[in-house]
Structure formats: C-alpha cells, structure tokens
C-alpha cells in the first residue's frame, strides 16, 4: 500500500496537471517515448476524436501531461485513463521540467492510492536507426519505470504505413534482439500499431488482459515510499549524466570555434552553442542533490 507522497509541496509547481479524482479502480496508462513517436495520435485514435493536440513540425508538441477517460469495455463502471506524455527531448522544454511533471504526476496518483495497469512505449518504426534522442529516451524510461515494471510495459511500433513491410519487420526484430532485449526478457510485449482505432485497442487490450496492475513503477516508488528527492531517483541521476555527457561536447565545441569565430554566420554558431552550454549547466545545477539530502542519505535517514 503506498504512503501519502509526503515530498510533494518540495516538487509540485502551480500548473501542474494532475489526477484529481482519481478512483483506486481507474485503470491508467501512462503513454510514453520519443517526441514524435505518435504518442498523442494513438490516444486520439483509441478515443475516437481529437482530445490532445499532435504536432505537425519537428519540435516537439506534448509539453504536459495530459490524461484522457475513456470507459472499460467489458465494465463501462470502470474508467481508463490514457496518460498522454513529453517526451525527452531539448527543442522545446528542457529534460529536467519533463522529468519533474512526469514525476509530479506518476507520485501523486501513486500516493493517492492509484496503481499504473501498464505503460505503453511508443517507437517511430520508420526512423531508420536509433538516433540519440532515442535512446536517450529509452534510457530515461527504463529508469523511469524500473526492472519489475517492464512486464507490465508494450513496446509499441507506429508509423507502419510510412515504411516497406520487409523494412519494418527487419527494424522490429533488430530492436527486439538488441535495444529491447533486456525488456522483452523481463516480460515486455512488442505490438504494432497500424493507425486504426482497431489497433490501439488491440494494444491496450494487451494490458487489459494482463490483470495485474504494477506495484509501484521506479519512481513512485523512489520519491512516495523510499521519500527520495528528484535529483536522488535513477531517472534522476541517468539524466544528470547525460546533461553533464552533452555539457562536454559542447564545451569542446566552444573552445573549438572561439579560435575561428570570424564571420557573422561563425559568431552567431558560437553565441548559440555558448547559449545552449549555458542551459545544460543550469539543467545539471537543477539535478544536483543538495548537501543536506546528501548528508542525510550517508547516514540512511534518506
Ligand atoms: N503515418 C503516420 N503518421 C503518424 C502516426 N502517428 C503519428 N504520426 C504523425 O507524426 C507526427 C507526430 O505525431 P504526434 O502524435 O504529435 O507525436 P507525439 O509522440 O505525441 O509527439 P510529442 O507530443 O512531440 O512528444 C504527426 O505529424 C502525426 O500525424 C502513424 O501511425 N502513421
Ligand atoms: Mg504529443
């Protein structure tokens, strides 16, 4: 049974959303990955209208959570609860504020006695390779929700009809043999998602059928049982290394252009990046556990 999420008011903003009113018997599905994956498509279509925005360009669109009723097939007294997602990714909100509201929302459901039936994780099928954002994504997830969760997890594919059949049946076995291997090993499902209403339901049902919802993903149980700050989680601690792994590149790349910055077009390069270095270091100073938590921890008060 989880404990009332006592650390809330540390982490919790004004705007936060929420699942106020949530009932114990809400089934809820988070649906998590990449920017652009088809997260808030797929809830549109499994809904039957357009409930969350989708984005048109490459920046990314979900920049808060947005969580959506839809009522149980088989028990319409039931109500699904399709959690639509941002997805990590530095065009538009930085990682840190999506970590923070995903957290936000996750813990306080889970301290108000609500448990996650399964999370869906959505893949574009018709990117050609897993670029950065990507793995960086599945890195975050993984840590996110934790080892014991990922039998509760469907990867799901999306953007079928954008590839070749062989292309993407070929992309699907390459992410199950490699990127998706330890989860697939841990119990979780791979699914297609072909885009019709049909299909999404076909996937949730895939978390219906399961029946037993997950205890505790990673990091509610981080921040409600074990009473740990943000910066203290795996998906905290996994995102601070990746800022400070980015920060390095580009301060390489700074030093780098100083030298040459010559022309306008080569200063302004330099003012960007300079700019971007800027934000990542503000992100890591965000994520740094504070002395006092530290301290606390040393001693196993935390
Ligand atoms: N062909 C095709 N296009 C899709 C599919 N799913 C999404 N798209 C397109 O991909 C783009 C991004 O879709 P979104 O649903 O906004 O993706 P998202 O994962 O919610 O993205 P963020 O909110 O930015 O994290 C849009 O142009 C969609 O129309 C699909 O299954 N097939
Ligand atoms: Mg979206």
């Not at 530095?90 to 996650?116: N, P, Q």
């Not at 969760?149 to 070929?170: C, H, M, Q, S, Y």
């Not at 270091?281 to 740094?288: A, C, E, N, V």
Request: proline share 4%; charged share 30%.
């Amino acid at each position: 049974m989880p404990r009332k999420w006592k650390g809330k008011k540390k982490i919790k903003k004004v705007g936060d959303v929420t699942l106020d009113g949530g009932r114990p018997s809400d089934i809820i599905i988070p649906v998590m990955g990449p920017t652009g994956a088809g997260k808030s498509t797929f809830i549109n279509t499994a809904v039957g209208k357009v409930v969350t925005p989708v984005g048109h360009d490459l920046r990314s669109c979900t920049a808060k959570i947005q969580h959506t009723f839809c009522s149980y097939p088989s028990d319409p007294s039931r109500r699904i609860v399709l959690v639509d997602t941002p997805g990590f990714d530095d065009t538009f909100v930085d990682d840190c504020e999506i970590l923070r509201r995903i957290a936000v929302w996750l813990a306080s459901s889970y301290g108000d006695h609500m448990k996650v039936a399964g999370i869906l994780y959505l893949h574009d099928i018709s990117q050609p390779r897993m670029f950065g954002t990507s793995r960086r994504n599945l890195d975050m997830f993984r840590r996110l929700c934790g080892e014991n969760a990922e039998k509760n997890v469907i990867l799901v594919t999306t953007k079928w009809g954008v590839v070749f059949p062989d292309v993407g049946e070929r992309r699907e076995q390459q992410l199950k043999s490699s990127f998706w291997k330890e989860m697939v090993a841990h119990g979780s499902k791979a699914a297609r998602f072909d885009g019709s209403k049909k299909s999404a339901w076909d996937v949730i049902n895939h978390i219906l059928a399961h029946n037993t919802a997950v205890d505790a993903v990673r990091i509610q149980e981080e921040l409600v049982d074990l009473g740990r700050m943000l910066p203290e989680t795996d998906a905290g601690n996994t995102l601070r290394a990746a800022l400070k792994e980015m920060a390095d590149t580009h301060r390489r790349a700074v030093e780098g252009m100083k030298g040459k910055a010559g022309d306008d077009e080569q200063r302004q390069r330099l003012e960007e990046t300079e700019k971007e270095l800027r934000d990542l270091l503000k992100q890591i100073r965000d994520l740094k556990v504070p002395l006092g938590m530290r301290i606390r921890s040393w001693f196993g008060l935390g």
